[in-house]
């Protein structure tokens, strides 16, 4: 079972920039495709941002693409999100999760990935 812990979560200014991390034990993710998504307070899981497990393939909801970079570094078994121009609507809590099976191709949604971990809090204020 892998255990996922996200950090760099934080409080920040519209127009700010925030990197996130995951790292991933108790299993090595570098065959898994990776993805992040976000919560707000009652509101749906929404998919954010995938990566292969290559790294070579990464997809991104319109909400996020063009501000959000999604990477990934197996040899420290971590994932992470650079989260640039920042909008009070991403104010939500982000987590990661693993795709459910090894060398799959990536996913672009919610489902596609297995159990999300705690999370890191985001808060961006206009």
């Known amino acids: 079972q892998v255990q996922l812990v996200e950090s760099g979560g934080g409080s920040v200014q519209a127009g700010g920039s925030l990197r996130l991390s995951c790292a991933a034990s108790?299993?090595?993710?570098?065959?898994?495709?990776m993805a992040w998504s976000r919560q707000a307070p009652g509101k749906e899981r929404e998919f954010v941002a995938s990566?292969?497990?290559?790294?070579?393939?990464?997809y991104y909801a319109d909400s996020v693409k063009g501000r959000f970079t999604i990477s990934r570094d197996n040899t420290k078994n971590t994932v992470y999100l650079q989260m640039n121009s920042l909008k009070p609507e991403d104010t939500a809590n982000y987590s990661c999760?693993?795709?459910?099976?090894?060398?799959?191709?990536?996913?672009?949604?919610?489902?596609?990935?297995?159990?999300w971990g705690q999370g890191t809090q985001v808060t961006v204020s206009s």
């Open positions: 999760a693993p795709a459910r099976l090894p060398y799959q191709t990536i996913g672009i949604t919610v489902a596609d990935f297995g159990s």
């Open positions: 108790g299993r090595i993710i570098s065959t898994y495709a």
């Open positions: 990566i292969s497990w290559s790294g070579s393939g990464t």
